[in-house]
């Protein structure tokens, strides 16, 4: 069997999501492809703790991958996703697009948060469900909601010549809220207050004022943690595009391998040029994306 997953954009919420405040994020229509008739030519992490010593299917994840490095658009998750799509359908051909998702979700979840030593997981839901969600971490658990973004909105995204690792972002900033731990939680209480008010927006100016906000406070937080989340040479271009009422962003954990300029008329405006010139090139992709499905 062959299925499809696709890849994801973070735009909310990142790091907050894990001290349990909501986080939007979105699938593009970049997809692995998994074939269960062919033999993998290598296995993640995250599959082999998936399937163990079951054989694991053939993957393709180049539209995610440039020169031979991830995208930050959760090549990981995707990957697993389609994996065991495509053995849940080899066991049951009859499964509905629903069912098989549903089927695959929790075990991609695990897999992948006991390969990475955590995380939400939000990644491996837009993999599963596709187009845009709400997800809040309540214990271990992840709830997951279709949401609607605020009409109006342009989302183009970035990739930079650098990969990041997410798991080493996080570690740092788990290591700094061990030794502040009451600094700590007052920064996270105020990323949680824009990761709820992005989540509770009604318009486009409410969604990007709340973009706009996480910004300078996840710059904050990575400065206290002594990691780039919001690397010094995107900080002026950010200043600079929100007197013009577009947010430049990281997506996801940071550290530049992602950013996202989000408003509305953005074609021809001047932050492409400035992104480029940081290293930056953009992608051609659509967010709210099908999810896992058959290929």
Request: charged share 20%; glycine share 10%.
């Amino acid at each position: 069997m062959k299925t499809a997953a696709p890849g994801k954009l973070v735009l909310s919420g990142a790091y907050a999501v894990l001290w349990g405040a909501p986080a939007i994020v979105t699938a593009v229509d970049r997809y692995v492809i998994a074939d269960s008739s062919r033999t993998a030519e290598l296995r993640t992490a995250e599959v082999d703790c998936a399937l163990g010593t079951r054989a694991a299917p053939w993957f393709d994840a180049r539209a995610l991958r440039a020169d031979r490095r991830k995208l930050g658009l959760g090549s990981s998750a995707a990957i697993v996703v389609a994996s065991l799509g495509a053995l849940a359908l080899d066991d049951d051909p009859t499964l509905e697009t629903s069912s098989l998702r549903s089927r695959v979700f929790p075990v991609a979840r695990s897999a992948h948060r006991t390969a990475q030593g955590g995380g939400s997981g939000v990644d491996v839901a837009a993999s599963c469900f596709g187009g845009t969600l709400r997800c809040a971490m309540r214990g271990e658990e992840l709830g997951v909601a279709a949401y609607a973004l605020p009409p109006g909105l342009e989302i183009v995204a970035y990739a930079d010549r650098q990969s990041s690792s997410t798991a080493n972002m996080v570690s740092s900033v788990k290591g700094w809220a061990a030794l502040q731990a009451a600094a700590f939680e007052r920064l996270m209480g105020r990323l949680g207050e824009q990761a709820t008010r992005a989540s509770d927006a009604s318009s486009a100016r409410e969604f990007m004022d709340a973009l706009r906000a996480q910004v300078l406070l996840l710059a904050d937080l990575g400065d206290a943690a002594g990691v780039p989340i919001v690397p010094e040479a995107l900080r002026p271009i950010a200043t600079d595009a929100a007197a013009d009422g577009v947010v430049v962003m990281p997506s996801g954990a940071g550290g530049g391998d992602m950013v996202l300029c989000v408003g509305s008329g953005l074609a021809g405006a001047p932050w492409g040029d400035r992104l480029a010139q940081a290293g930056l090139e953009r992608l051609e992709l659509r967010v709210d994306a099908v999810g896992l499905r058959r290929a």
